[in-house]
């Protein structure tokens, strides 16, 4: 399989961007892992904001853990 450079990726997203125009004033990604989760779920967020970096793009924020009942 060929890797892609950023440049490629970047061009790729903003082509296909510029083809279906919209405005968002807001986005949400969201994040669950259950504490016997053998998914490596929690690693998701790291995940999420490495490419949130990649992009150029805000850190997202975090509300942290929620240990509910």
Do not use: C
């Amino acid at each position: 399989m060929a890797t892609l450079t950023k440049t490629e990726l970047e061009a790729a997203i903003t082509n296909s961007v510029q083809n279906r125009i919209m405005a968002y004033n807001s986005s949400f990604a969201l994040s669950i892992h259950w504490q016997l989760d053998n998914t490596n779920a929690t690693e998701d967020a790291d995940h999420f904001q490495s490419i949130f970096s990649t992009l150029n793009l805000p850190q997202s924020r975090s509300p942290g853990p929620y240990h509910g009942r």
